[in-house]
């Protein structure tokens, strides 16, 4: 989920109703009954549901759709693609969770996911309308590549079906360096560009806004396996956080041979933070002196090395 906080309203689209054949789905047993699609093939889940992964509580629902509309900041794109809900990634900042449906939820941010188990049968459905040449964001409320899918593989069968069936002009937004995983999938598309967020070159302050996530290096190195595979990949600052020295910063990013680079800034001031988090994260932006006319002059240092980044909205135009 790469896009700040100030956007949240704006990712909200409108659900697709897909109508179609019958079919009977049990995903967690090697068992599938089709009348239709018979080479289907389902996610590689285990044969018993995990419940949890770490800390995190792992829920499985009936999802009614899995293409959004988009608008708004998205209004480039035709869909995007969420194969989860919630995120066990947990970023204190992440506009996401404040569509969490309860209280409880919000309050847990980053300790619960949800599997659509039937996000693979839904996007078949759409064998029968071809998806080819549609811009698809995939993910605008989670994170595709976040734990659980290193089991589970539900975004990568999503992938599969997408390249094999569809060819859309297709951009994935992580902070996982489980992406790295899928890049033979990745080379069957035509139109592709993998995203990887990184906000900061200071693990103090990767561990105050996002304590879960994968560390900084691992994600530099993922992004760069996928750039030397010879797939379009992408950096994506979304918000910078604070940065502790933005030449060494800037080097790091053009180390991985990547060329395009998208930035946007955190209004902390605006900013909501999940749960008990904002004091911890408001006295490491106060002792970093971290402002917007801070944020400016990272950017005019970062531009330096990267004249052509990408800002805000403008960055995230489709491919």
Not at 116 to 123: D, R, T, V
Request: some cysteine; overall charge positive; charged content about 25%.
């Amino acid at each position: 989920m790469g896009i700040a906080k100030e956007s949240l309203e704006e990712t909200v689209g409108l659900e697709v109703g897909v109508g179609g054949e019958r079919m009977i789905f049990k995903p967690f047993e090697n068992i599938i009954i089709m009348s239709l699609f018979p080479e289907f093939d389902q996610p590689k889940f285990d044969e018993s549901k995990k419940d949890k992964i770490g800390q995190s509580q792992i829920t499985y629902k009936q999802a009614s759709s899995i293409l959004t509309a988009c608008k708004g900041f998205m209004s480039g794109y035709d869909f995007t693609l969420n194969p989860y809900s919630g995120c066990t990634f947990g970023c204190t900042y992440c506009y996401a969770a404040f569509f969490s449906r309860s209280e409880d939820l919000l309050k847990n941010w980053g300790y619960w996911v949800q599997v659509k188990e039937n996000a693979l049968q839904l996007l078949v459905k759409f064998r029968k309308k071809s998806l080819k040449g549609k811009t698809i964001y995939m993910s605008s409320v989670t994170d595709p590549y976040q734990p659980i899918e290193r089991d589970l593989q539900l975004t990568r069968s999503l992938i599969d079906e997408l390249a094999k069936y569809h060819q859309p002009r297709l951009v994935i937004q992580t902070r996982s360096p489980i992406v790295s995983r899928d890049i033979d999938l990745f080379k069957k598309f035509e139109t592709i560009q993998v995203n990887m967020t990184i906000t900061t070159d200071s693990e103090t302050v990767r561990k105050t806004f996002e304590p879960l996530c994968p560390s900084n290096v691992s994600r530099l190195k993922a992004i760069k396996e996928v750039h030397d595979a010879g797939i379009n990949a992408c950096i994506t600052m979304t918000p910078l956080l604070p940065i502790e020295n933005a030449d060494e910063f800037a080097q790091k990013l053009l180390d991985t041979g990547i060329k395009k680079f998208i930035i946007q800034p955190f209004h902390s001031e605006k900013g909501k933070f999940v749960a008990s988090t904002r004091e911890n994260a408001m006295q490491l932006i106060n002792k970093m002196n971290w402002s917007n006319d801070q944020y400016l002059q990272v950017l005019e240092t970062i531009k330096k090395y990267i004249p052509d980044i990408g800002i805000g909205k403008d960055g995230f135009k489709p491919i």
